[in-house]
């Protein structure tokens, strides 16, 4: 009997590639979380241009945006899971990968749908520069996700996900990781953010990022221009100091508002069928 559908053989693949020592901090979780945010964070509420749908990103176009450095790393962990299942679309694969990585890790569980198209319509194309850049402050961060449809609360509970992983000087120019235990899901992130004491410091290579004040006791931990500018506007700290104190209203929001990124760009029915995938005119196939 064929497994086309079957999402949950989906899932077991990707769990059984989680795990991998040699890499980073152990796990490639953090860095397939951040393909299914940049692989759906170019959309335009507008022009419902960019997100998820073509898996865009396989392509120079986009996935040559400098924004993107390092993600080719993910995409690469993934081919065997298209490989062992090469009827789920890339697009699928790279939105479920991020949400199964996120639960694997001990975050909430996402509400993730299938039905995305890797069929590309050269009319939705996202330009580059869609993607936030790190060096930032908060006019920037909140324009770049109200384009996407966020509002404050859904700007900050997203930016929790940098519980998550590390900056990579090869990568952003950023560089360390933002909480000492970066493969577990947690609300650390805006409890070391509130509770800690930031300086700005400028890397070798003229990025100027932030810093525990105390380097020596908290080596290591960082924090980016954008991440400090949630402190510093009143409509976002409001949230950062709501997450910092209670781990399961974030962790609710979290989910929510993720799962609200997945779908950014992605029409269905009543039924939850994909109704924008297989009418798209003027593209092509992989
Ligand atoms: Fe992020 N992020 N992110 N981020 N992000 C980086 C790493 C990771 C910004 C910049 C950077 C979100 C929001 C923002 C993750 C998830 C999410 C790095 C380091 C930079 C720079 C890349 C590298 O050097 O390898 C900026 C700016 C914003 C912003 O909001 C303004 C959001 C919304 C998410 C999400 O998932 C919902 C994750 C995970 C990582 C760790 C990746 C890794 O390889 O580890």
Redesign the pocket.
Known sequence: MSERGNYEAIRKSILELLDQPEY?DGSVG??L??L??HSA?TYDAETDTGGSNGAGMRYEAEGGDPAN??LQHARVFLEPVKAAHPWVTYSDLWTLA?CVAIEAMGGPKINWLPGRTDFVDDSKLPPRGRL???AKGVDH?RN??TRMGFNDQE?VA??G??N?????TD??G?EGKWVHS?TRFSNQYFRLLTRLEWKPKKLNNGVLQFVHVDEDLDEGLMM?P?DMALLSDPGFKEWVLLYADDKAAFYADFANA?AK?MELGIQRDAQGKVVNSDNLKGGYHS
Request: glycine share 14%; hydrophobic share 45%.
């Open positions: 980073d953090p860095v979380v951040r299914a945010w964070g450095a390092g991020g936030p850049d790190g961060v770049v996700f700007i997203l930016s996900a940098h998550l992983g590390r900056c990579h990568r952003s950023f970066p980016l954008t993720f990124l």
